[in-house]
């Protein structure tokens, strides 16, 4: 078997949500240099129009058509469910990568930051996967299941407020909701996986990261020494969107630079 047939994603299609910009972007990206057909899908639809132009205009194996979506309610996520079958008559792959984040110090934390980001963050990406089964599993074979791809993040998985609590706990909750989900799907032939990143360069993550010198901080304090790549992402998602990762589902990928397994410093070894 040859690279490329492990990680070819030709005549597939693909939904991105929060494709035009940060690690949905990269993923987009990816997924058509590797032959998908891709559904960009965002809040700001001029924005994911904008980016599948770009992303056409390289010439490469797959395609891409961008359109508005929103996740953050109950009627978005029917609208955008309207909108991909408009488009497509089954569905191979399903990025959930849209999220918002809130940021305040403990003490200052508002209630009203809890609903909006666990909408989104968890309930949103719950519901838009349930009400896209249908085409997922339309697409679905014992060799070759459809994929679902949850975003979560690092601070999901290890102990860091850092003043987005609701964010974190979200995270923490995305990356368990896989797991069930993986666990409930496996019958119908969707793997359910998720990808813990660290930092990388988006509009989220834009005050720290915005340019290199604060890149350069931020990457000293990940043991890798840097912030995540475009490729960091790519390289997960081919892996888990073509046949290579056909056998795998309830995994969440560390693509944190080492983040997630920091721990508390050697202690015995400083008491020496």
Same mark, same amino acid.
């Given at each position: 078997?040859?690279?490329?047939?492990?990680?070819?994603?030709?005549?597939?299609?693909?939904?991105?949500?929060?494709?035009?910009?940060?690690?949905?972007?990269?993923?987009?990206?990816?997924?058509?240099?590797?032959?998908?057909?891709?559904?960009?899908?965002?809040?700001?639809?001029?924005?994911?129009?904008?980016?599948?132009?770009?992303?056409?205009?390289?010439?490469?194996?797959?395609?891409?058509?961008?359109?508005?979506?929103?996740?953050?309610?109950?009627?978005?996520?029917?609208?955008?469910?309207?909108?991909?079958?408009?488009?497509?008559?089954?569905?191979?792959?399903?990025?959930?990568?849209?999220? &918002?984040?809130? *940021?305040?110090? $403990? %003490?200052?934390? =508002?209630?009203?930051?809890?609903?909006?980001?666990? @909408?989104?963050?968890? #309930?949103?990406?719950?519901?838009?996967?349930?009400?896209?089964?249908?085409?997922?599993?339309?697409?679905?074979?014992?060799?070759?299941?459809?994929?679902? &791809?949850?975003? *979560?993040?690092? $601070? %999901?998985?290890? =102990?860091?407020?850092?003043?987005?609590?609701?964010? @974190?706990?979200?995270? #923490?909750?995305?990356?368990?909701?896989?797991?069930?989900?993986?666990?409930?799907?496996?019958?119908?032939?969707?793997?359910?996986?998720?990808?813990?990143?660290?930092?990388?360069?988006?509009? $989220?993550?834009?005050?720290?990261?915005?340019?290199?010198?604060?890149?350069?901080?931020?990457?000293? #304090?990940?043991?890798?020494?840097?912030?995540?790549?475009?490729?960091?992402?790519?390289?997960?998602?081919?892996?888990?969107?073509?046949?290579?990762?056909?056998?795998?589902?309830?995994?969440?990928?560390?693509?944190?630079?080492?983040?997630?397994?920091?721990?508390?410093?050697?202690?015995?070894?400083?008491?020496?």
């Amino acid at each position: 078997m040859t690279p490329e047939t492990l990680f070819s994603l030709n005549g597939k299609t693909a939904l991105v949500t929060g494709g035009a910009t940060g690690i949905g972007r990269m993923a987009a990206e990816a997924l058509i240099r590797a032959g998908a057909h891709v559904l960009i899908a965002s809040r700001k639809g001029d924005a994911c129009e904008q980016v599948a132009a770009e992303l056409n205009a390289l010439g490469t194996a797959g395609s891409a058509e961008g359109f508005a979506g929103d996740i953050g309610s109950e009627v978005g996520i029917d609208a955008l469910v309207g909108e991909v079958n408009k488009r497509t008559q089954s569905l191979e792959i399903l990025m959930n990568n849209a999220g &918002v984040t809130w *940021g305040a110090p $403990m %003490g200052q934390f =508002p209630h009203s930051a809890w609903d909006k980001v666990m @909408s989104v963050n968890v #309930a949103g990406i719950f519901d838009l996967t349930q009400k896209l089964l249908p085409l997922l599993m339309k697409s679905a074979s014992d060799d070759d299941p459809a994929r679902v &791809v949850n975003i *979560g993040s690092v $601070m %999901g998985e290890v =102990p860091m407020g850092d003043g987005a609590y609701s964010y @974190s706990a979200s995270k #923490a909750a995305v990356i368990h909701l896989s797991k069930i989900m993986a666990k409930e799907l496996a019958p119908y032939r969707v793997t359910v996986n998720a990808l813990a990143p660290g930092p990388f360069v988006s509009r $989220m993550t834009a005050f720290a990261t915005e340019d290199e010198s604060k890149r350069e901080r931020v990457g000293k #304090a990940v043991p890798l020494g840097r912030v995540g790549r475009d490729e960091d992402i790519a390289g997960c998602m081919l892996f888990l969107c073509g046949r290579g990762g056909s056998y795998i589902t309830g995994a969440v990928l560390p693509v944190s630079g080492g983040i997630n397994v920091q721990t508390g410093g050697n202690i015995f070894a400083d008491a020496l």
